[in-house]
């Protein structure tokens, strides 16, 4: 049974940064694309960001591009989002997801029916 597990979320202020991480028990997430989603109050899930297996590959849902950074760190087995100079639009729940696949390229990857495995989430909350 894949396992994804979210840390790192909190309580911040407008401008500040914060770094997410998911990990997997059981599994290699080198394996897998990867992919970070939020969900605010009141709204449906939305893309943030996504990762190909080896990490060449990156893309970015706009309002958070040039501020958020996905990466891999896969001698802990982990994919990190850094996010800086958040902003209280921000505030959601964030979710790591995961894509088994043998392709390396993100094809569609803010379609959320195409992962596997989701994390139960981390709340990033942004005072303005």
């Known amino acids: 049974q894949v396992q994804l597990i979210e840390s790192g979320g909190g309580l911040v202020q407008a401008g500040d940064a914060l770094r997410l991480s998911c990990a997997s028990s059981g599994v290699t997430l080198s394996l897998f694309n990867m992919a970070w989603f939020r969900q605010a109050p009141g709204k449906e899930r939305e893309f943030v960001a996504a990762?190909?297996?080896?990490?060449?590959?990156?893309e970015y849902e706009v309002s958070v591009k040039g501020r958020f950074t996905i990466s891999r760190e896969n001698d802990k087995n982990i994919v990190v989002l850094r996010m800086n100079n958040l902003k209280a639009e921000d505030t959601a729940v964030y979710y790591c997801?995961?894509?088994?696949?043998?392709?390396?390229?993100?094809?569609?990857?803010?379609?959320?029916?195409?992962?596997?495995?989701w994390g139960q989430g981390t709340q990033v909350t942004v005072s303005s």
């Open positions: 990762i190909s297996r080896s990490g060449s590959g990156t």
């Open positions: 997801a995961a894509d088994f696949t043998f392709s390396d390229s993100l094809n569609g990857p803010s379609d959320q029916g195409r992962y596997h495995y």
